[in-house]
């Protein structure tokens, strides 16, 4: 939703746009003037300092960012542009607490507070709801667009269910984009740097007349890639992004404005990076690797050959946004409409052990298609007892998504070989390969090895969610504000899984032409017996991977209801001193899984209880903010590995339901001790516990898969988190000013617990540590002209060079011995020149 001129006083609304971190910006409400019957209340100003604080106008009140009563952080577009941040995974470490994984570009998992929702299945939803200008983003769809045009990012920690829409148990990201102004202008930027980067974006702010504005900004994101496959010198990591926002606004009348806006934005990379970790030949393609896998002699994934088997993978995205919102001003108020119409398609296919091995062949991916409508409707007032927001939404999904496995006979035979089904059957534990060989030494014209096998498993989802909420800030007196919220969501959703048999169709027709000559009519006499041939056949046509409800329509519907209130109570002590305290609940409805017919999970529930202050220093330019936080997390969706328990198959990724309690401290400080110097802290503390779990970690001689209980237990976030940045600069420099960015980041080690090592969240004793603490430099030297029309630039990201293990994927470990891993991309550097107008 785009959020302009309204008559909304609610320090709540004020809390979701307004904040200050490392230098504080208008919130949007605060960028519009306000109408011309608007009757402002002025509140005390605080001692000004050099921090640039100012105030936030929500209609009809002036509020100074440090009243919201809210834990959260600011990144301005300053900072963005600082780092050279291309979208939001790019400013991890620097926003403690938060983690954005764009491993897979088109399927990103977010976690704040330790809480992530880390399926990739259109079943489940996000506990961090990402929305953008106020419109809820599915996680296929525009969750980790290229920032374009941007003037902010909100990063709200904690439940803010009575607050955003959707899903935000664990917190809300608000993406804040800028609006057509009444002045015409423009600009443009071009980044150069190594592995072959090439950034541009622009943008041009057009006032058609008196009450109507265009803006339009667009950008291009390329690469080269910063990795070639051993094997065939692809480049993968490249950057292929390209988008476009439009924004038309018209004042209709004095109190009545209408915005228009169309996004779009396109991914069209290769498939993500999976390092192999087992040492193979280059050149016997027919290698198994040695099972199971001995971590002693693991690659180090940052020296490893990298190879990438699926000839098609991809990382692609194309998605379509378009937004109507209406803001209409009456004397008691103001009233605002939004509607949204979203569209995506994505695809996402990978490599599944990081080998070229043709007998541990497995890839893995996901195809979908989506389309969303949002629809709401808001009311606000204040007078001089309290501040008031009402309103009701509705939102709908529409979601198709193919999930599919391939392999071939040669990784058959190997499953065949490392599970010992194969020993049923045939004497070498073989199957195809023990009846291809008895072919070959006849001489007979039948090849049953290097066939491809594909299983897939489709998924529809119809989803609907109608909400209704209001939000009321009374003023109990001049010091001391009660904030009381209620948001009632209800939630419905239909979800069906077709699993087809398995496509084999070289391999069908082979053994259709062995039946037809009768050679099927041998295999009792080649296995001893323990095999007829319709046994044999039946073996070699079953699903092995998506083995439940073959050929079966499988639908269920599910509904939800929840009501989440809020309360806060915040005092101020002094002009510049505001301490707080709140309870607050957050929800996130349940759902399916999509690789299990039938599966359904229940919904995510948290309570939070928060308390903080937050303070400025005028003389000594300092500003303090603390929290202090307690959540107890009940049925948090967690995606586990579920191995195999019988027959071939290779382990799925499963959703499973955990309870876990956190509590954690976060404290920012930034300080401006001379005028051109600015320095900023930001941290955070957290211990994170299971109240209950039960991981699976394998399986038994006897075929049952075993759980660790972790009840107790860290989850694996780690405790600290911080970053320090900090600005300085010169005038007077060749008819213009240099300022100096640092920026530094640090995100502790893991905490492991038993189902860890299995999970792919911590390493047995290997030479690499993947647990281990991130720490990450950034800088950047910039030389703007005096008019503000010129300036370049140079800047580098991770200036040491400093690398690091995101994860192991572990789906194949189990039964084909090839764990792979994933990594963080190497030093980043590059020049900028831009242009304004």
């Not at 071009?190 to 667009?218: E, Q, T």
Request: proline residues 5%.
């Amino acid at each position: 939703m785009i959020i302009r001129k309204r008559r909304l006083a609610s320090l709540i609304a004020c809390a979701l746009f307004a904040g200050t971190s490392g230098g504080v910006v208008h919130s949007a409400e605060a960028q519009e003037t306000a109408a011309p019957n608007t009757q402002e209340k002025q509140a005390p100003k605080a001692p000004a300092t050099k921090l640039e604080q100012i105030t936030v106008t929500a209609q009809s009140r002036t509020q100074e960012m440090q009243d919201v009563p809210i834990a959260m952080n600011i990144v301005t577009a300053k900072q963005i542009d600082a780092v050279a941040a291309t979208d939001l995974s790019r400013m991890n470490l620097f926003v403690p607490g938060l983690v954005v994984d764009n491993t897979d570009e088109t399927q990103p998992t977010y976690r704040l507070r330790g809480i992530e929702t880390d399926d990739f299945g259109i079943g489940t939803d996000s506990a961090v709801g990402i929305y953008i200008n106020g419109v809820y983003q599915t996680r296929n769809g525009g969750s980790l667009m290229a920032f374009n045009d941007v003037a902010r990012v909100e990063v709200l920690k904690g439940p803010q269910g009575t607050l955003f829409g959707r899903n935000t148990a664990a917190g809300a990201i608000s993406i804040i984009t800028n609006e057509p102004t009444d002045k015409f202008e423009g600009d443009a930027r071009l980044r150069f740097g190594n592995y072959g980067k090439r950034y541009g974006d622009a943008r041009i702010n057009i006032p058609l007349n008196k009450d109507m504005a265009l803006r339009i900004s667009v950008v291009d994101n390329q690469s080269n890639g910063w990795l070639k496959d051993a094997a065939t010198g692809q480049h993968y990591g490249k950057d292929d992004e390209w988008g476009t926002r439009i924004v038309y606004r018209w004042n209709i009348t004095p109190d009545t404005q209408v915005h228009l806006s169309y996004d779009h934005d396109r991914v069209k990379q290769p498939s993500r990076i999976d390092m192999g970790l087992i040492p193979m030949s280059s050149t016997d393609l027919q290698q198994r690797a040695p099972f199971p896998a001995n971590p002693a002699t693991f690659y180090n994934p940052f020296h490893a050959p990298f190879y990438n088997s699926a000839t098609d993978g991809r990382e692609e995205r194309n998605y379509n946004d378009a937004t109507l919102a209406i803001d209409h001003n009456f004397s008691w108020g103001s009233f605002t409409s939004t509607t949204n119409f979203t569209s995506y398609s994505m695809s996402h296919i990978e490599n599944g052990t990081g080998l070229q091995q043709v007998t541990e062949y497995l890839n893995t991916g996901v195809i979908g298609t989506g389309h969303t409508w949002y629809q709401e409707f808001k009311f606000s007032g204040n007078n001089d007892l309290l501040d008031w927001v009402a309103g009701a939404s509705y939102y709908q999904e529409h979601a198709d998504q193919t999930s599919l496995a391939r392999v071939n006979t040669d990784t058959y035979d190997t499953l065949a070989l490392n599970t010992g089904i194969g020993k049923q059957y045939t004497p070498t534990g073989t199957i195809f390969g023990y009846f291809n060989s008895i072919l070959q030494s006849f001489g007979l014209p039948y090849n049953l090895l290097g066939d491809p096998w594909t299983e897939t498993i489709y998924n529809t989802g119809r989803f609907s969610a109608v909400a209704g909420y209001g939000d009321t800030i009374w003023h109990l007196n001049d010091k001391l504000n009660l904030t009381v919220g209620l948001r009632f969501t209800h939630d419905v959703k239909d979800f069906t899984w077709f699993t087809p048999q398995r496509s084999a169709p070289q391999l069908d027709a082979t053994l259709a032409q062995m039946q037809a000559a009768g050679l099927l009519n041998l295999v009792p006499l080649l296995t001893g017996g323990k095999v007829t041939a319709q046994q044999l056949l039946n073996i070699l046509t079953q699903n092995q991977i998506f083995a439940t409800s073959v050929n079966q329509l499988v639908q269920k519907r599910a509904s939800w209801h929840d009501l989440s209130p809020r309360f806060v109570l915040d005092y101020k002590f002094t002009p510049t001193m505001m301490g707080y305290a709140s309870l607050a609940k957050g929800y996130k409805a349940g759902g399916f899984d999509g690789t299990e017919p039938g599966a359904e999970f229940a919904p995510e529930k948290v309570w939070n209880f928060e308390t903080g202050i937050k303070t400025t220093f005028p003389d000594q330019n300092l500003l303090v903010n603390a929290s202090a936080y307690y959540y107890r997390y009940t049925n948090r969706q967690t995606l586990t590995l579920i191995p195999s328990s019988q027959g071939l198959s290779v382990p799925q990724y499963q959703v499973s339901n955990t309870d876990q309690a956190a509590k954690g401290v976060d404290l920012q400080v930034e300080w401006v001790p001379i005028d051109d110097l600015r320095l900023a802290f930001n941290g955070g503390y957290i211990d994170s516990t299971y109240l209950h779990a039960e991981v699976p970690i394998g399986v038994s001689t006897v075929g049952q898969i075993e759980y660790a209980n972790v009840s107790g237990q860290p989850v694996d976030e780690p405790k600290i988190s911080y970053s320090i940045s900090g600005s300085y600069t010169w005038h007077d420099i060749a008819n213009g000013y240099v300022t100096f960015n640092a920026n530094y980041g640090f995100r502790g080690p893991l905490r492991c617990n038993d189902a860890s090592v299995f999970q792919g969240k911590c390493s047995l004793p290997t030479n690499f540590n993947l647990n281990a603490p991130q720490k990450r430099t950034d800088m950047r030297v910039d030389w703007t002209a005096n008019s503000g029309r010129w300036g370049v630039g140079l800047f580098v990201n991770n200036v040491f060079n400093q690398r690091y293990l995101m994860g192991l994927g572990t789906v194949s470990e189990s039964v084909l011995g090839t764990p792979y891993a994933y990594i963080t991309a190497p030093r980043m550097y590059g020049a900028e020149f831009r242009v304004k107008f």
